[in-house]
C-alpha cells in the first residue's frame, strides 16, 4: 500500500497579482514537489527619495 501526502495529477492554480509587481521579470522553479515563484516589485512601486527644496529663501543672519 503506497501513502501519498499530496494527490498526483493535473492541478491549476490562479493568483491575481497586484499592479505593483513587475510581472515581465518572474522567476519560477520546480523542486522535490514544490513550486517557487520569485516576483519582484515593479521600479514605480518602490520607494524613492524626493529632494524637498527650500523655496528659494535666503537665511538671515545676524
Do not use: C, N, W
Not at 522567476?27 to 520569485?38: H, I, P, S
Not at 519582484?40 to 520607494?47: D, F, N, S, V, Y
Amino acid at each position: 500500500m503506497e501513502l501519498s501526502e499530496r494527490p498526483l495529477g493535473v492541478f491549476s492554480r490562479q493568483i491575481a497579482l497586484a499592479d505593483t509587481l513587475d510581472t515581465e521579470h518572474i522567476d519560477a522553479d520546480y523542486e522535490a514537489g514544490v513550486l517557487t515563484l520569485r516576483i519582484p516589485i515593479a521600479e514605480r512601486a518602490k520607494p524613492r527619495k524626493i529632494a524637498i527644496g527650500d523655496g528659494g529663501r535666503k537665511q538671515l543672519s545676524s
